[in-house]
Each structure stands twice: as structure tokens, then as C-alpha cells.
């Protein structure tokens, strides 16, 4: 026969990931005891049952999941930890929801340092605690080596949704304006940097950061704020796309307008790139009603995140497509990126 | 520079997972939408936001998580579809909660062909929709050719804790009964056989089922059913073993009711394993007051799935460790495997 049926494990703590680890027995506990429940202490996850009871909920629960599987894991502005528990956050934030409660799957690679496993835990340690969620249950599994790459995270978040909250695309109209929450296209650029070994110049950085806190602020303005999405994979564009393509509806974005740093606006023109097309991981895009678009913006600018957010556009009643008005006038249109700029960037 | 900012996509629609399909734009809402939302159809996920908006819980949220990993990716009775799902639905039913929503995230190696990608996500559908669970919301992430292995798959699952239930291990009381609700060791030998090709016989194949219904009829019984745990990785012996170390009970198994497979007996003394150390993925291991043991029996056999159903054990108030009573009388302490003897099994 030609497999093995155990491998060796020695008795001293490994300071690397062993196949053992993720077999569900002793290791495994170890592993659990020590990294996690010790980082994310609290007593649903404690009773370390195959899932956690929440204590109840009024209202309806809102539910999402992502994977983070972004290369390098530590980047200038986060960390793939980070990002997994922000991710999450944000996407109920965007829902209209208040974050509560996140259940977290790691895949594990062969051979993966500890001390690695324990920097990630420590900042989604810090990022949740940030945030007021609780980690109540989790998974851990380890693939041989060359199986995954490193550390790959799953994160499910649950939150209530906020009393009287109405946001869907098929609220958006004709004659909404489009608010960016911030600079575009920091988190993309950043990653591509520190991963490729660019030099870029300075002050390419994450924008890595929980949105609940400033939409909670927006919302306040009540039904006049439409639609919310953070544009992350394929950035404002994508998100653009896919609102034209759900409403039928036409997107005119202003170039003068969009916020972008000084950073990125030179290193995105070094690369041929469209800040549009690029991620961002700690800002978000509404869509609300013209009337209401100055009290946004001061909302908005009221909050740490939301300094430099402004209005980069309106919506049109047609053609579906989305379009940008330069600096001089003229229209082209903004297309999607069809190929694959940027893999692993979240 | 050494890096392609951009790689070709054919126009025509590509029969292998690219890069692209994880960028978020155009490409991946086309798999979305020819893949996935075809087949998982229903309303909540429909609406493709960052988060599913659930209808109105009564009770109290029970949530989990886990993820699939398994090779090869279609064995004999099951596959990595069936398992994510059937994960979700058995971590739900052995916390004691009727299982309702799911949501799925998708670590896709590119490359993929679709048509695999076709298969697991039929199979998904099968086993939700037989289980009656809907999948409300997902993520698809691609990484680079050799960052992963084919499909890894993360599930998340929403249930209601049915009322009156308080299943907890600090429940278990000396005098107990252990059950086991059919054959053990079926679905760990049913994966090493399939991958690694292994002439065991006929017979071995996984027990990968649902276990919602059956989980549900045992909780008829009321109060005296103590704790419910799915034997997964590390077999009955991690499930006992971790009972032990949180109780500071004993566990006293008997070898000659233990209910094993032919299959699962020659194979397993060919191979030199355990099969109290070998996985399952559709058993459950209950431990209940003794009074109640014969009606458990009864109300488990009832179900297709509990044929086999047996107490193959009693809860002792110490030594602090895991025996098995062999047919002699003999007793010998059954250990964990502290090996990896079948990573990526589930």
C-alpha cells in the first residue's frame, strides 16, 4: 500500500499546522482551547457544541457569508482577519442591519506557523470587539500541504434588521443621486502593491474598515435613502452594472467628483487602471433621493470614515448603461473589467 | 513588470472556472445566475444582496458553521454537495433545532470544469430541498490554479431551537445510556477507499443522511434525552472523549454491541484502524437517562435511518476516561487517534 494511515506527531506543542489538527480529536481541542476560545472568549462559544443557541432575537434576522482568501495576508491597512470579520459587517451593514453575531470557518494549510493562525485571530479578535459582535461558533479544517494556500476564512454574520428599514435596488429612480462614502479604489491598489512588490510611492493603504456605525448615521435619514452596496470585487463599477442591469435604469457618474487619493489617482494611471474597477473594502455606495442628498453628504462627513464622501453621480431614466462625464463634458462609457485585474484581493 | 494585469476570457461562455468568475463583475454574475440561482430558485436569494432577509423567527436562533473539504469530490453514497448540506442540517438537528436556512460560500480553484461545479450544485439543491431548508444567500471566490483543490464549500445554517429543548453535555449523569442511532465507521472508510483506490470489498460506502426527521422523533421523548452529538472526525471516540474532559465522567462502551458493517469490520481489521475512531455523516450519538433507553431504541428504529439503532454504552461516574468492554469482559482503554489518519474526509 502505498499511503500513509498516521503521521507523526510529536509531544511538544507544534509551532506549525499538522494534518492533526483539523482530525477532530485531541489536537484539534488543543488548537480550539488555546488559539480561539482564548482569543474570542465568551460563553456561546464556549460551550463548543456543533453550533451556538442565540439568545432572541426581536425582529427579522438578516444572514450573510463571504470567504476571504486575499494574498498577502497582512497588507498595509489590515489583515485577511480583518477583513473577514469586516466583511461581514459590512454586508449587513449595507442590509440595513445591526450586526450581531458572526460564526467563522478557518481551512487551514499543512505546515501553516502558529504564531501566523495567531496574529490573524488576534486582529478578528480586535476587529469584532471593535464592532460589538460576538463570534459564537466556528470550524476549523487543515488541507495537506499544497491543498490551500495558507489560511482561507469563512465568516457568516447575523444581525436584526434596523425597525423601518426599506433598501432594494427597485427603490432606486430616476433623478437619486449616487454618494461614494469615501476615496476609491485604496484597497485594490494596496494589495497589488504590497503582493507584486511595487513601488508605488506612499500612501497606497487599505481602506479595510466596519461600516455599520456610519450607515447606521445614514439611515437615520429615513426612506429617502434608497439602496446601499459596498463596492468591493470589480469596485463602483460593478455595483453600477449591476443596479442598470436589475432596474433598467441608466447610471451617470461625474469624474470630477469621484474621490480619489493622490496615491491611488498615480499609481492606477502608472498601471493603466480605472479606480472605478477597483476594490474597496471599508466604503459604501448609496443611492438616495435628490432632496435628500445634502443632509447625506453632512452625515456622512460627520464620521471619521465618511470625511471625503461626496456625490459622484445621478441616475438616469436611460439608456441602461452606465456613462462618465469628464472634466470637459464629453461621455464615455464605463465598462466592467471583463478579464481578471486583481485575483485573491479580498 | 512580471505580472499580467489582465487575462484573455473567450466571449463564448467558458466550460472551466477562470479567474474572472470570482472578479465580481460581469462574468461573475453570470455563474451566479446560470449556476446557482437557477438551481437553488427562491425569492430570498433572488434578490442577490450582500445578505438574505430572513421572514420572522419565533424562538431562538440556533446558528453553525462548517466546512466541506472532502476527496475525492464524488464517493460512493454521497458527495461534497450532499455533505456541506447534510453538515449544516445534522450540526442544527444535534443542537437540538429545526433546520431553516442556509447560506453557501464557494472557494473555487480555477481551472474547474464547470460541469463539476454543475454536479455538486445539483446535488445541493437535491439535499436542501429534501430537507426543506432554502439557501438564502452565497459567495463565490476563484482562486489561482494550485491555491486550492477543485471546491471547498462553507455552509452556514439558521434554525429555530424547538421548544422545551435543553440538550447540553452537562446534562449527562452517571447511570446514562450511550446510543448510537446505526452502524459506525461507514463514512470515513468509504472515503480512503475511494481515493485511494483501494480493493476493500464491496459495501463500503458513506452514511451521509440527513438527520433532521430522525433527531426530532427522539426529541418526542422530552427531557430525558441529555445530549446529541454527530460522530464526524474523530469517530465516537473524540465524541466520548470530549464528553469525558467536560464532565469528568466515564464512558463504558461494549464491543459486542457496537454496531459495525461487515464491510466496515473487514476493512477496518485490514487496515489496522478503529472504527469507533472513523467518521460518520449521518449517525448520532445520543445519551439519554436509562429509563428512557428502550423507547429511544424504538423510536429510532422506527426511522429508515435507525435501523441499526443501539446502546452501546453506559455513562460511569469515574475514572475519567473512554473503555471499551471487549466480548471477554475484558476492559481496555479506547484512545484518540493522535494521528491524521484521513485528513480531508468531510
Known sequence: MTFNLTCPVSASVADRILLAHGEGARLSRRLIREELLT?????????????????????NVVMTIDSSVVTPLFFPGGDIGKLAIHGAINDLAVCGAEPLYLSVAFILEEGLPIEVLRRVVASMKDAAANCGIVIVTGD??????GNADQIFIATTG???????????MHRVQPGDVVISSGT????????????????????????????????????????????????????VAAVMHELVEQTGLGVQLDESRLPISPAVRGASELLGLDPLHI????????????????RAIAVLR???????????????????????????????????????PLPRIC
Chains 1, 2 share one sequence.
Open 302 to 340: 460627520q464620521h471619521s470614515l465618511g470625511a471625503q464622501a461626496a456625490v459622484i453621480g445621478d441616475i438616469t431614466p436611460a439608456p441602461v448603461e452606465v456613462v462618465l462625464r469628464n472634466r470637459f463634458g464629453h461621455l464615455r462609457v464605463v465598462d466592467e473589467p471583463t478579464g481578471a
Open 184 to 235: 476609491i479604489g485604496d484597497h485594490g491598489l494596496a494589495i497589488l502593491a504590497a503582493r507584486e512588490g511595487l513601488e508605488l510611492g506612499e500612501g497606497l493603504t487599505s481602506d479595510c474598515a466596519p461600516l455599520n456605525e456610519i450607515v447606521a448615521h445614514l439611515l437615520e435619514l429615513g426612506s429617502d435613502v434608497h439602496f446601499l452596496r459596498d463596492p468591493t470585487r470589480g469596485g
Open 158 to 168: 447575523i444581525g436584526r434588521l434596523r425597525p423601518g428599514v426599506t433598501l432594494a
Open 140 to 145: 476549523t479544517k487543515v488541507v495537506p500541504r
Open 39 to 59: 482569543a474570542f472568549a465568551n460563553l456561546l462559544l464556549a460551550a463548543l457544541a456543533d453550533g451556538a443557541t442565540l439568545p432572541y432575537i426581536e425582529g
Open 279 to 294: 476594490a474597496n473594502e471599508g466604503k459604501v455606495v448609496a443611492v438616495v433621493a435628490s432632496r435628500c442628498a445634502d
